[in-house]
T-cell receptor, first 114, second 114 residues
Framework: GDSVTQMEGPVTLSEEAFLTINCTYTATGYPSLFWYVQYPGEGLQLLLKATKADDKGSNKGFEATYRKETTSFHLEKGSVQVSDSAVYFCALVRIGGSNYKLTFGKGTLLTVNP | NAGVTQTPKFQVLKTGQSMTLQCAQDMNHEYMSWYRQDPGMGLRLIHYSVGAGITDQGEVPNGYNVSRSTTEDFPLRLLSAAPSQTSVYFC?????????????FGPGTRLTVL
């Protein structure tokens, strides 16, 4: 079945540091890939997405590129802020599936210190 | 638009009690779903619906019932709560058309079963 593996946290960085959160996936066909963010006490929000190979999703300074050859969708940000502290989830949905089920990774907790 | 709303935000039950978690959306989305979030396990799909009168099981449906009498509402019922159902529950919705559309998540219900 489909699966998503993302780097385990927690990740602790200082403000303005570079961030990478690794994500790899296993799926048949050509899934769409997503990064969701969950701020403390809140639900999940879509951060960015990519729908085909070599697509780059970007939002709020975060970027991720859909790499079919390495089945990866790593999240990066050049300079993190304290307000980026949250849990980040990598997810996929297989186009053509009947239930639009999002398959999630386990989540990575990011803490950014001033 | 209020988006996806969930009530209650917090609930404590005793083993064997029943309750209903409410979910409503005002975006006229055909697809609605329930996920549970457990530490270190990401989010897992419980049940989903592609329209009024149509529901189906996700990957962890045991112990939960759902119904979809209107487009707007998708309640989740626990008939006899068990400690294993202690979790955070998220409702989500999306339009069916547009394969790459994001799912919108509610703020969650934190349930503790004693």
């Amino acid at each position: 079945g489909d699966s998503v593996t993302q780097m385990e946290g927690p990740v602790t960085l200082s403000e303005e540091a570079f961030l990478t959160i690794n994500c790899t996936y296993t799926a048949t066909g050509y899934p769409s890939l997503f990064w969701y963010v969950q701020y403390p006490g809140e639900g999940l929000q879509l951060l960015l997405k990519a729908t085909k190979a070599d697509d780059k999703g970007s939002n709020k300074g975060f970027e991720a590129t859909y790499r079919k050859e390495t089945t990866s969708f790593h999240l990066e940000k050049g300079s993190v802020q304290v307000s980026d502290s949250a849990v980040y989830f990598c997810a996929l949905v297989r186009i053509g599936g009947s239930n639009y089920k999002l398959t999630f990774g386990k989540g990575t907790l990011l803490t950014v210190n001033p | 638009n209020a988006g996806v709303t969930q009530t209650p935000k917090f609930q404590v039950l005793k083993t064997g009690q029943s309750m209903t978690l409410q979910c409503a959306q005002d975006m006229n989305h055909e697809y609605m779903s329930w996920y549970r979030q457990d530490p270190g396990m990401g989010l897992r799909l419980i049940h989903y619906s592609v329209g009024a009168g149509i529901t189906d099981q996700g990957e962890v449906p045991n112990g939960y019932n759902v119904s979809r009498s209107t487009t707007e509402d998708f309640p989740l019922r626990l008939l006899s709560a068990a400690p294993s159902q202690t979790s955070v529950y998220f409702c989500a919705s999306r339009p069916l058309r547009g394969a790459y559309n994001e799912q919108f998540f509610g703020p969650g219900t934190r349930l503790t079963v004693l």
